[in-house]
């Protein structure tokens, strides 16, 4: 078993958040999306700082080797707010010592800070270890997801 550390991502984090960006494209297997065009320093700093953006990444030594991407949504109907997990990953070499349910605990302990009432997460059908681990973390929706295009200025 390895050690490591669980870290809530700060706007002076810049260097673990492209390291994390870094890992999540080869354990997703996009690079291209998630390293070959990562925004600058300003935006990232920007999203960093952000009460909407939650970053945490697992560290081993130095080397980032697990991290969860979440954003708050401020709810219209009542004054509260939801915790969506966009992405979550863990390196190839460090599965299976729980480090992504270490990340979903303290995206839940900063979920209390926030005051959220609920945290979600979507899992593609085909991706058997996730929808284990969430179904180890919370009650399973069937739901459908939509992508709508952006329109175009004609």
Same mark, same amino acid.
């Given at each position: 078993m390895m050690s490591y550390r669980i870290k809530k991502l700060a706007t002076s984090d810049e260097a673990l958040m492209r390291a994390m960006l870094d890992? =999540? %494209? +080869?354990?997703? !297997?996009? *690079?291209?999306?998630?390293?070959t065009k990562q925004p600058d320093s300003s935006y990232l700093q920007k999203l960093l700082s952000s009460d909407t953006f939650i970053a945490i990444a697992a560290i081993d030594q130095h080397k980032v080797v697990g991290g969860l991407a979440a954003y708050?949504?401020?709810?219209? &109907?009542?004054?509260?707010? !939801?915790?969506?997990?966009?992405?979550?990953a863990v390196a190839e070499k460090y599965r299976r010592q729980a480090i992504a349910t270490a990340l979903i605990q303290k995206? +839940?302990?900063i979920a209390h800070e926030y005051q959220a009432y609920v945290m979600f997460v979507q899992a593609d059908l085909v991706d058997e270890p996730a929808i284990a681990l969430y179904?180890? +973390? %919370?009650?399973? &929706?069937?739901?459908?997801? =939509?992508?709508?295009? *952006?329109? +175009?200025?004609?």
């Amino acid at each position: 078993m390895m050690s490591y550390r669980i870290k809530k991502l700060a706007t002076s984090d810049e260097a673990l958040m492209r390291a994390m960006l870094d890992m =999540f %494209g +080869q354990a997703f !297997e996009d *690079v291209d999306t998630y390293s070959t065009k990562q925004p600058d320093s300003s935006y990232l700093q920007k999203l960093l700082s952000s009460d909407t953006f939650i970053a945490i990444a697992a560290i081993d030594q130095h080397k980032v080797v697990g991290g969860l991407a979440a954003y708050v949504l401020h709810k219209f &109907e009542q004054a509260r707010s !939801e915790i969506y997990i966009y992405d979550l990953a863990v390196a190839e070499k460090y599965r299976r010592q729980a480090i992504a349910t270490a990340l979903i605990q303290k995206l +839940q302990s900063i979920a209390h800070e926030y005051q959220a009432y609920v945290m979600f997460v979507q899992a593609d059908l085909v991706d058997e270890p996730a929808i284990a681990l969430y179904t180890q +973390q %919370g009650i399973r &929706e069937d739901v459908l997801h =939509f992508d709508i295009p *952006v329109m +175009q200025d004609n």
